[in-house]
Every structure is written in C-alpha cells, then in structure tokens.
C-alpha cells in the first residue's frame, strides 16, 4: 500500500500505541500519538515523568513491538502494530452479529459479507506487518545494489588495465563495502542518546570500544579506519583523541555524555533522539551540551527529536513542539505559537512552573495545578487531536474546540 507522506516528511509516527501488560489489565503508555517531523527539523516531546516519552522514543527505533499504529521513515513502513486492525475486525463482527440477530432468514448471506470485509482488513494488516519486517531487507539490498553498480565498472577496468596489485585493492574495497551494505539497517539511521549518561555507557568497555561498537556491529573491521573514525569524532564532541583509551568512571557528567553523544553521530545517523540528554547534569553543563547538540546539528545536517520534562530546556531549540500527558499528545504546535498561546490546561501548567528571569514578574508568577477531571467534561462530547489553528493542534472536544478558536481570535 502506498502511503501519502510528503518527501519533507523524515519520521511519521501514525496513531503509535504501546501498550504494557499489567496483569490482566494494559497500560496504555503511548495512546494513539501523531506527529511528523520534517527533515533538519527539532521536534521537541515535552511532558512530566511518566507520561510516555522515552516509551516513543524506543517504539520509533523498534525496541518494543509496537501494539499499535505505524511508524514511517523516508516513505517507508518500518514499523507496523497489528491493534488498529483487530480492532476493526472485533467491530466488524459486532456490526455483523446485529445485523443477523435482526434478519434471520439472511443470515448465510450477512455472515459472508461479514467475512469477506474481515478478509480485507486481514489482507491489510499482513501487508503492513510484512513491509514493516523487510524494511531493512529491502533497504540493504538497495544498497548492495548501489555498491555493485559503483564497482563493476571499476573492476571491469582494473582487469582491463592488467594490473593485479590495482584489481586486489578494488576488490578487497568492492567487499568491504558489500558487507557494510549487506548489514545496514534503515533503523540505524535513527540514533538515541538516553537521560542518563553513567548508566548506559559500559565501565569495563574503553571509550574507544564504546563508540565504535555501532561500526563493529555494522561489519567494519579496518582496525586503523575505525581508530581514525574514534578520534575523529571525539574532536567533534570536544574531546580530544587521547580519550580514546580510557573508561568512563574518569569522566565527568557532562563528558560522558559527550561520549553518549560520539557513540550515537559515529554511525552518521540523519536522525537523533535525544532523550532527556541533559536532565541528570547540572544546570551549568546543560547549556554546553544542548549548544554541542545544536553544532552537531549544523555540522551533520541532523534532525532531531528531543525530549524533556519540562518546556524550559525544549524552548530555544525546538522548531516544534508536542506535549504528552499520560500517554496521549494534547497539544503540538511551532514553538513560538506554542508558548505565545497555550491552549490545553496541562500545557498552560507546564508553562506556569518556568521560572522568569524578571525578578518582579517572577514574585507574581502563578502555578497553575492541572486538573483533568474538573477541567474536562468528556462524558458525552468525547475528545480528539484537532487543528484548532494552521499547525496548532489541541486534544478537545467540540465545546473546548470552539473555545479554544474563540480565544485565538479575541487575541
Ligand atoms: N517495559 C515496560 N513494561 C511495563 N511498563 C513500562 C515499560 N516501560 C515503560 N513502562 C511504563 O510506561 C509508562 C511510560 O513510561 P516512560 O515512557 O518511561 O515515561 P517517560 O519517559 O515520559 O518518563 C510508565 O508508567 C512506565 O512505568
Ligand atoms: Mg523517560
């Protein structure tokens, strides 16, 4: 099935669920979120401990078996939940059942109706399941294409030539990007750096080993491609080159994470997600490593998603931002749009606890307490994600979707 996202488009999460068993209840962790992020792009995930981020951030790279929804990259489905279509066959037969119940004497011909449409969603959701589990198939073998056509034509011309000492160097350089391709995988191309920089680098592993991990997986094993690749990017992270023998418990916070951050840009990722990356740092090493988030960004040409507990961090970096409570995404909008008019009480609430620079304005600050039950009333106007403004979406239903215009206007 052919899918309608736009070449701008880098990531689509599409009605993304993930759901936990808990006994014999789910946790609904992430509950049918949407958002694109466009290409060179910082979206930033903003929401209190809990309510889902890094739950996304490890669906997008395929950690968990998403429960439900897609997630697309470049165009391309690479993960698929099977949810959404159980779902519509469960409605399906329930439609169906009524339906007999009520005409009996038609009861053969209502019941193979009723398969044929199940048949459908099956065929559907095999489909999605399918292209979902040989993205990476597809993908490498695309690149192993690639690798032949640049090469055929070389070694075509070194045999020609007559030079053997030339045809084994092309061909040893033909097989070591073979392999290369052959264990790419799209996901690669997506790189997270986690919260907490002490516990997800290795102590018995030296920094050397620990970032080029990624390119050993990949099938590089030129031993001084690989040394040069090391120091490179440790120049590129602020560190220098002499790092490169040593174990993490010898560096500080804010190195570590640089080293988090080599580990992660090493595989020349497009995308970054950034998970928490300065939450567990003193507040006067954040701003070295958001500023070092941003030249990477420059330099690499990244696109990034960034998540945070609180809007003040995502403020001047993100281009857009999407704010989670308990599982479900209640607001998104351009991120000046976003802070110059926050429309769902929970975002109102995440704005009220940034402390102002202002001394004045910061004595009258107020701290607005979000209350979701007296604040809604969903009992029988249910809510959904509207556009509530070009690129300003809001959770609501039809009475606060008509508020909310309301107050955009009056301004
Ligand atoms: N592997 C898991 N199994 C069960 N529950 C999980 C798992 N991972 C996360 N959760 C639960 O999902 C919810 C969202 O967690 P998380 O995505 O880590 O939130 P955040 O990153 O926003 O703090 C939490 O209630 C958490 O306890
Ligand atoms: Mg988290």
């Known amino acids: 099935m052919q899918n309608n996202i736009p070449s701008d488009v880098l990531l689509r999460v599409d009605n993304l669920c993930q759901y936990f068993k808990l006994g014999s209840k789910e946790l609904h962790a992430v509950d049918h979120v949407s958002f694109d992020i466009k290409k060179g792009e910082v979206f930033g995930l903003v929401g209190e401990s809990g309510c889902g981020k890094t739950t996304t951030g490890r669906s997008i790279i395929k950690i968990h078996q998403i429960t439900g929804g897609n997630v697309f990259y470049k165009g391309q489905r690479i993960a698929a939940g099977t949810r959404g279509y159980t779902d519509r066959i469960a409605a399906i037969k329930k439609e169906y059942a009524e339906r007999v119940a009520s005409d009996r004497s038609n009861k053969s011909a209502i019941l193979k109706e009723r398969d044929g449409k199940i048949a459908e969603v099956r065929a559907e959701m095999k489909a999605a399941v399918a292209e979902a589990r040989n993205c990476d198939r597809n993908y490498a073998a695309k690149l192993v294409a690639e690798v032949d056509a640049e090469y055929r034509p070389l ?13 084994a160097r092309v061909k040893k350089e033909y097989k070591a990007k073979r392999r290369v391709a052959q264990k790419t995988r799209l996901v690669t191309q997506i790189q997270m750096i986690f919260q907490d920089p002490v516990s997800s680098l290795n102590p018995r ?22 040394d040069e690749k090391v120091y490179e990017i440790l120049e590129l992270v602020g560190l220098v080159r002499e790092h490169a ?60 998603l960034f998540i945070a507990h609180d809007l003040s961090v995502v403020k001047y970096f993100s281009d857009r931002i999407g704010v989670m409570y308990f599982g479900k995404l209640v607001e998104l909008a351009d991120s000046d749009e976003l802070f110059r008019h926050p429309l769902h009480p929970y975002t109102r609430s995440l704005l009220s606890a940034i402390p102002l620079p202002d001394p004045k304005s910061e004595k009258n600050r107020k701290r607005i307490i979000y209350k979701p039950l007296e604040e809604h009333d969903y009992s029988t106007d249910l809510p959904s994600l509207r556009e509530v403004s070009p690129g300003h979406f809001v959770y609501c239903n039809d009475a606060e979707e008509n508020k909310y215009r309301k107050e955009l206007q009056g301004e």
């Open 245 to 304: 023998g040593r174990y993490p418990h010898e560096f500080s916070g804010g190195q570590k994470q640089r080293i988090g951050i080599a580990r992660s840009v090493i595989m020349r990722p497009e995308m970054i997600i950034a998970d928490e990356p300065v939450s567990a740092l003193d507040v006067s090493i954040q701003a070295q490593v958001i500023n070092l988030l941003n030249e990477l960004k420059e330099q690499l040409g990244l696109t990034i």
């Open 205 to 226: 592993m030296t920094v050397r080993e620990i970032i080029s991990e990624g390119l050993v997986i990949n099938g590089i094993r030129d031993k001084e491609y690989i």
């Open 155 to 167: 070694i075509e011309k070194a045999t020609a030539s007559g030079d053997s000492a030339e045809l």
